[in-house]
């Protein structure tokens, strides 16, 4: 803006300077009928055949001027001036031209960084995208790695039933998923051979029946329940990975959208201000090139003016002759000529006013336009920024959220180590009591049959054991039944929980 108003009032300092030297001019070829000349022998005084003397031009009766020397002088000091102040306002336009190239090349450079930011967001989101599908696929691993396991103790449940029908002695195990009252979908894998009362043994010494249906149905229970759990958490997490990726695809093609528009406007505001510019350079240069025409020919007429005053001077000098009579006549002619002369100059100025009130109108109306371009120009730069830190905020508030659920995943997984190693050292622990319950039971039992053997053998010891033996199995199978039906209860008791 400062370049086109520093370049506005040149111009305008140009033509005010310009119409002052045509005022001036004008206004000598006013008074140039009160001019008299002191000798005028060698003008052309013969009449024509019709009896009316010869007209001089305007150049033969400007030659009888006569200025004064201080004139001469101050023409000559103003056209140094001028000449100084021309090669100044040349080297001037050349300065803000070389500048506004330099400007735009800055701008163009800008826009292109402006890319290439637009270009690294997008593959930042698109790396988001398949970090996010990288965890997905992780979770499906994890999930899969858990069907391998059911599936590899199902196999070994059923390897050690055929040993079992085939004869072969092997350690009595069972495996049992505990789930977690602490955290529910958790689940282990126990290996137990007793439950009794509060150490919560198994004894799987019986033949299968209604204890393994009802094992059974508690571990189909368990494995449905871990799986439902498994199902809704993996649901939520791709319904809200959807949504973000949603929201995530709007926001960019909205964005993109906009930033097209305000991009091909400002182009285009940027195109008419160039065009402009070069324009209104175009112009003030030809009004200074005007204006040097218009001094070089003023220098001209000032040097035949001066050169011609120093030839009136010699030849006053050498000819000394007074001739009133003819000097009345030459006098009359000449003032016929300058009124001829003087309308011609007052047609040229009148013409030159109007060329001026154009260039002056031409220059306005260019004015007007640079400013409304600007204005324009200004207005969509506002409307960038404003949708600019739109963008930003909401993706500020999307990475807010991200690293929010991040934080949270990674607790979780935290909370999810602890609690294994909390449930290995359980595991631990009850294995050991087992071991030692079974210790404790088989010496009792080898104490039992001791005392036995040393008492006198009665006449009903056998039906005795056996009595004992079945009192000792009824007890222990309902003890079993208690705790799978324990165990159902708790089941139910969760899945209501996760139905609240």
Not at 231 to 243: A, C, G, Q, V, W
């Amino acid at each position: 803006m400062e370049y086109f108003n520093i370049e506005i009032d040149m111009n305008k300092s140009a033509l005010s300077s310009f119409a002052k030297s045509l005022r001036f001019a004008d206004s000598l070829v006013e008074n140039s009928e009160d001019v008299t000349f002191n000798d005028c022998s060698s003008l052309n005084l013969d009449d024509d055949d019709d009896g009316s003397p010869d007209i001089p031009d305007v150049n033969e009766r400007l030659a009888y001027l006569k200025p004064s020397r201080q004139l001469l002088e101050f023409y000559r000091k103003k056209f140094a001036e001028q000449d100084c102040e021309h090669a100044s306002l040349v080297d001037m336009l050349e300065g803000y031209k070389h500048t506004y190239a330099k400007q735009h090349g800055i701008e163009w450079n800008l826009r292109q960084r402006e890319e290439e930011i637009s270009e690294l967001q997008k593959a930042l989101s698109e790396i988001q995208v398949s970090l996010f599908q990288e965890r997905e696929q992780v979770l499906r691993l994890y999930a899969e790695n858990d069907r391998y396991k059911i599936k590899d103790l199902s196999s070994r449940r059923v390897i050690k039933q055929l040993l079992e029908e085939g004869g072969h002695k092997i350690e009595e195990e069972s495996t049992n998923f505990v789930p977690d009252l602490r955290k529910k979908g958790r689940a282990t894998t126990v290996t137990k051979s007793r439950k009794l009362d509060n150490y919560q043994l198994v004894v799987n010494s019986q033949p299968p029946g209604e204890d393994d249906r009802v094992a059974r149905e508690a571990l189909h229970s368990q494995i449905e329940n871990l799986q439902e759990k498994l199902e809704s958490r993996t649901r939520d997490f791709k319904e809200l990975i959807e949504s973000k990726l949603q929201e995530r695809q709007k926001l960019s093609e909205e964005y993109y959208y906009l930033s097209e528009k305000d991009m091909d406007k400002v182009k285009t505001a940027t195109e008419k201000l160039y065009k402009t510019q070069e324009l209104l350079y175009l112009s003030a240069e030809d009004i200074l090139s005007l204006r040097q025409q218009a001094r070089a020919q003023e220098r001209e007429w000032m040097v035949q003016k001066d050169k011609l005053l120093r030839e009136l001077d010699s030849v006053k000098e050498r000819l000394h002759i007074d001739q009133p009579t003819q000097t009345k006549k030459v006098v009359l002619n000449v003032s016929n000529k300058d009124a001829d002369a003087s309308h011609r100059q007052q047609q040229e100025l009148q013409k030159l006013r109007e060329d001026v009130a154009y260039a002056q109108h031409f220059q306005e109306m260019y004015r007007e336009q640079v400013i409304s371009l600007e204005d324009d120009l200004a207005r969509l730069r506002e409307q960038d920024d404003l949708k600019s830190d739109d963008f930003n905020d909401k993706v500020g508030k999307i990475g807010q959220r991200y690293k929010i659920m991040k934080t949270r995943f990674e607790d979780l997984e935290k909370r999810r180590n602890l609690e294994v190693e909390g449930f290995k050292n359980d595991i631990k622990a009850l294995r050991k009591r087992l071991k030692d319950m079974q210790q404790q039971l088989f010496k009792v039992t080898l104490s039992k049959a001791e005392s036995l053997l040393d008492e006198s053998r009665p006449p009903d010891l056998d039906l005795a054991v056996l009595k004992n033996i079945r009192s000792t199995a009824k007890h222990n199978t309902k003890i079993k039944g208690g705790l799978n039906n324990l165990k159902l209860r708790i089941h139910e008791l969760e899945k209501l929980s996760q139905g609240y």
